[in-house]
């Protein structure tokens, strides 16, 4: 599919995710006129009217907006990221296909995965168990998602694709300790630490999880890439193939800090999911996506844009 003459909808796209991949369309040639970014105080995704008049006219969804956090959010509020992510996603799809639009892109997430899922996660084990508990609300609701792309494909012909980002990081991602994800967590609490004189940071669980963290201009790419060049049923992975544990990220974000400190572990609080690290060969294969960026430079990219961002 050729983009650059296309209009294009991406929910969510004011956010830190969606912004880089409109910044993508755009470099790849998309007018800006074409894109169509909705705000929510103009359009409410959660209602089946505004559903409608979002998709009216234009040719590709991007579907990125999605109500989100980090383990803590996941516990308070499993209710409503269950409910507000599936009644979104299922009513603009469906919207999308009544309006016969001619490509939409869901994005999904690695909470997906079964929680005791072999290393690296292939597409192929998704359904393979059940998803790890504090995050499987979330997790469950985007993964009907795929099911309902599925089957559209299947009774209507619908060119729908699925997309398993893992977890993304970078500058301008959301560094409130309510609802923030591990990267920007840590970061903020280095850095309070280090303002307040502290000697020590009290951190969840026990350190030895692991994850894949995938810089936020890759994912976007990703994303641009399998709009253009993929159009199959089968849901691809979208991650950088390694892994780091908590404990070793931590050590790595108080070294660039310049910060030495005692680590506590709240073993009380839950690790999450175990082990998560993606196999990307499926994306590299279908449309040509490789991870560029080193994670100790992103990890510095974003560093440095908090530290310079007003508190």
Request: proline share 5%; aromatic share 10%.
């Amino acid at each position: 599919m050729d983009l650059k003459s296309k209009k294009i909808l991406v929910t969510g796209g004011a956010g830190f995710f969606g912004s880089r991949v409109v910044q993508k369309l755009i470099e790849l040639g998309v007018p800006r006129e074409n894109i169509f970014v909705p705000r929510t105080r103009e359009l409410d995704l959660m209602k089946w009217e505004d559903c409608k008049k979002a998709v009216r006219g234009q040719d590709v969804v991007i579907h990125l907006a999605a109500v989100v956090g980090g383990i803590g959010a996941n516990r308070e509020h499993p209710g409503k990221f269950f409910y507000d992510n599936l009644i979104m996603g299922a009513q603009l799809m469906e919207a999308a296909r009544l309006a016969k639009t001619e490509k939409f892109v869901v994005i999904g997430t690695v909470c997906a995965y079964p929680k005791f899922t072999p290393t690296p996660f292939k597409e192929d084990d998704l359904w393979n168990g059940y998803p790890e508990e504090t995050n499987a609300p979330y997790g469950l609701a985007k993964k009907m998602l795929l099911v309902q792309s599925q089957a559209y494909r299947q009774e209507y012909g619908f060119h729908s694709i699925y997309l398993l980002p893992t977890n993304l990081y970078g500058p301008g991602d959301n560094f409130d300790l309510k609802s923030s994800h591990v990267i920007p967590a840590l970061i903020r609490k280095v850095y309070e630490a280090k303002n307040e004189g502290k000697n020590y940071i009290e951190l969840w669980g026990s350190g030895d999880a692991t994850r894949d963290f995938l810089y936020v201009d890759d994912a976007a790419e990703g994303i641009v890439l399998a709009a253009e060049k993929y159009d199959k049923p089968e849901p691809v992975n979208l991650g950088s193939g390694t892994e780091i544990t908590i404990k070793d990220l931590i050590g790595l974000i108080c070294r660039l800090m310049e910060f030495k400190c005692e680590i506590k572990w709240d073993k009380t609080k839950p690790d999450g999911q175990p082990r998560r690290m993606l196999d990307v060969s499926r994306a590299k294969r279908e449309f040509g996506f490789r991870a560029k960026t080193n994670f100790e430079e992103g990890l510095r990219n974003t560093i440095e844009w908090y530290l310079a961002s007003p508190k």
